[in-house]
């Protein structure tokens, strides 16, 4: 039994960017359904960074690979409210310098700092980004008096999260998602929300898209479904938006130019105690060598500590009785290398490819020597090692052992920032949609998520693409 349904205004995908357009849609006064294709949870419904909250709420529990030499891991929320459910919530505006040349390169109508600034103000104020009103924790310390030591500047990131002090002086977090902010918003102003809810394919007679044809769960069975719409948002992320519009039919310029951020993390000891979980995510950064790379500290609670910790698995139950003096850490690259997202005629997954160019590697290798002299400058006692052809680091002047020492063989990466996938503007065999996501070989499907970013903006994306999703939604309002 099939169902159809009618609406004025599709939106698929209700991470940060298709939260906010459903919102700002229907608080305009058009009739929207917001889909999702996974479930719908409470924020706060499994612990942070547990393997539960991995299951729950990413696609393959976080465990997906890109094809190349060598592969890269890399994660696509599932669920409503998308990756803001149970990211870290870090927000860094983007460089100014980054915005202008995105608008030269890629010809970008009416964009930049000035153009931008408001809708980030916007962003800021009501989704709501705070700094942590207590210690940075001492591992974040570690970092920050590393790059201090050595004349590089540092800062705290600040997060998508509220902080409430208790009466008895103590603080506790919330972190603003989408299912905190933005889509009770959607719904309130008369928004549909339907999860367990997958677009399969867009239906198109000319330049214009008539309907979606998908499933939805209902129950235990996934019952086929029809949705016919006036226009339609796509903002399923940048692996799923190319999916369903080369599922489509629609292939020119899509899926040909995925970005990542390729990331290597490493683990340090301490002679004190320096890995305190209930503090959360680490917040301090690097700012030294921004965009093209950054240097931070990871989550670091036994399971993930034990991830970056090489040796048989007795010699790694050994380190781990000293799991409080040990930490992890990471540099991350704007990668140079461009993928690609496929779909074959049948299949329901996608293939993704993305090549590591040798420049990356350098730069790899670069981060690594960076991060272990800021650490060893810090104080470590121990830098582990995280290639597999070599030893653990005790000295500062090691630290330049890694440049040029990342090779394709010796090496894992992962990514956790993906875009690129539909890049916006006016660039000539390169641009998917025009300047505000309107798609380039149809009159009423518009994309507005990371896969509009033309390329990586080296700072933490949650917060840049729902500015362009906000400056988006109030161009198309504005000229209907």
């Not at 849609?25 to 719908?40: F, K, N, P, S, W």
């Not at 000035?114 to 809708?119: G, N, R």
């Not at 290798?365 to 582990?384: D, I, Y």
Request: net charge negative; proline share 5%.
């Amino acid at each position: 039994m099939s169902r159809a349904i009618d609406t004025d205004v599709l939106v698929i995908g209700s991470g940060p960017g298709g939260a906010t357009t459903a919102a700002l849609l229907a608080e305009a006064g058009r009739q929207v359904l917001l889909v999702e294709e996974g479930d719908h949870h409470h924020v706060d419904s499994t612990a942070d960074h547990s393997i539960e909250q991995m299951d729950e709420k990413w696609r393959h529990g976080g465990l997906t690979k890109a094809f190349g030499a060598p592969g890269v891991s890399y994660i696509e929320g599932r669920c409503v409210g998308g990756a803001s459910e149970s990211n870290a919530g870090l927000y860094h505006p983007p460089f100014p310098d980054v915005l202008a040349a995105w608008a030269r390169d890629h010809d970008i109508e009416d964009f930049g700092a000035d153009a931008l600034a408001p809708f980030l103000e916007q962003v800021e104020t009501e989704i709501g980004v705070s700094s942590r009103p207590v210690s940075h924790g001492p591992a974040s310390q570690a970092l920050a008096r590393g790059a201090e030591t050595l004349g590089w500047r540092w800062t705290e990131i600040r997060r998508f999260w509220r902080y409430v002090e208790g009466s008895d002086g103590t603080w506790s977090g919330q972190r603003r998602s989408m299912t905190e902010t933005m889509i009770p918003r959607a719904v309130a102003a008369g928004c549909a929300l339907m999860s367990g809810t997958r677009i399969d394919r867009l239906v198109c007679s000319g330049r214009v898209a008539r309907t979606a044809q998908g499933w939805t769960r209902q129950g235990d069975q996934d019952v086929p479904i029809e949705i016919r719409f006036g226009e339609v948002w796509v903002c399923a992320g940048a692996v799923q938006t190319p999916r369903l519009l080369r599922k489509s039919g629609l292939r020119r310029q899509i899926g040909d130019t995925l970005t990542m951020n390729p990331m290597i993390r490493l683990a340090a000891r301490f002679p004190d105690t320096v890995n305190v979980p209930a503090l959360g995510v680490p917040v301090v950064q690097i700012e030294e060598f921004k965009p093209a790379m950054t240097l931070g500290c990871s989550y670091s609670a036994v399971p993930h500590l034990a991830m970056w910790l090489d040796g048989t698995p007795t010699e790694r139950e050994r380190l781990l009785e000293e799991w409080e003096q040990m930490a992890v850490f990471y540099v991350k690259v704007s990668g140079e290398g461009r993928g690609s997202v496929r779909t074959l005629p049948g299949l329901d997954e996608t293939i993704v490819r993305q090549p590591v160019t040798d420049a990356d590697l350098a730069h790899l290798g670069e981060g690594l020597a960076r991060l272990s002299e800021a650490l060893l400058a810090a104080g470590a006692t121990e830098v582990f090692n995280p290639l597999s052809d070599g030893p653990s680091l005790t000295d500062r002047a090691h630290a330049e052992r890694f440049r040029g020492a990342v090779t394709r063989g010796n090496v894992t990466l992962s990514a956790i920032h993906l875009h690129s996938t539909c890049p916006m503007g006016r660039r000539a065999g390169f641009s998917a949609t025009d300047s505000w996501g309107r798609l380039s070989a149809a009159d009423n499907i518009r994309v507005n998520d990371s896969s509009l970013l033309p390329a990586s903006p080296g700072v933490n994306p949650q917060g840049t693409i729902m500015a362009i999703a906000r400056r988006n939604v109030a161009q198309a309002l504005a000229t209907e």
